[in-house]
């Protein structure tokens, strides 16, 4: 008897000198009143770009705009002064089919009230709008007539229409515009207001 009772506590010293439990003993039969928690994975969502600034400017103590750099990649403008930053802003440039060109340009021509000779909307003669997103030459006027889109603080960038100015930016990071390179409203009117023509601006993808 005695022999038997020292088998069992030699094999029991055994099983706990090991990092192992029976495979008959259950967590809940030792630990009784601990609860299992299985742990989900913590998922982290982006950060939504609405909830972003649609952008930055700290250079009021800076007058004057030296260089403009769009990243397409990015859908944002870096503005510099003397190699210092001025600021961001997100952009909308062309859509797929209205791809805005790369390279270095000149802002060759300014005008604060300007209106898009190529796209806009047919209205009737008391304005109703007879339709939206209409192509001067492309879509017929008959009826009313061609009135064309609004482009507030405009900056001519190129002899065939492209530039900057004011304009929609419906969802920040991603492309809208006929290949213009909007701006929100007051970051137009700031850049406006400090970058004289002759201004360089560099588009790259």
């Not at 209106?115 to 304005?127: A, D, E, L, M, W």
Request: a positive charge.
């Amino acid at each position: 008897m005695k022999a038997a009772r020292l088998l069992l506590s030699t094999a029991a010293a055994l099983m706990l000198s090991q990092c192992t439990l029976p495979s008959r003993v259950s967590l809940s039969s030792i630990f009784p009143s601990q609860r299992e928690v299985v742990r989900r994975p913590l998922i982290v969502q982006p950060v939504q770009a609405s909830s972003s600034p649609l952008y930055v400017w700290h250079g009021s103590g800076n007058p004057g705009l030296s260089t403009v750099t769009i990243d397409l990649s990015e859908q944002k403008a870096y503005l510099y002064k003397g190699g210092q930053s001025l600021g961001w802003t997100y952009v909308a440039t062309g859509r797929s089919g209205f791809n805005t060109p790369t390279g270095t340009f000149r802002i060759m021509e300014k005008q604060v009230d300007k209106r898009s000779n190529r796209y806009g909307s047919i209205v009737s003669s008391n304005g109703a709008v007879l339709r939206s997103n209409a192509t001067a030459g492309v879509h017929s006027a008959r009826g009313g007539r061609f009135v064309g889109a609004k482009m507030p603080y405009w900056m001519r960038l190129t002899g065939y229409g492209i530039g900057m100015h004011a304009g929609a930016i419906p969802n920040p990071g991603s492309p809208a515009s006929h290949g213009c390179i909007r701006l929100p409203y007051d970051m137009a009117q700031t850049i406006y207001q400090n970058a004289p023509v002759g201004t360089r601006v560099t588009i790259m993808r």
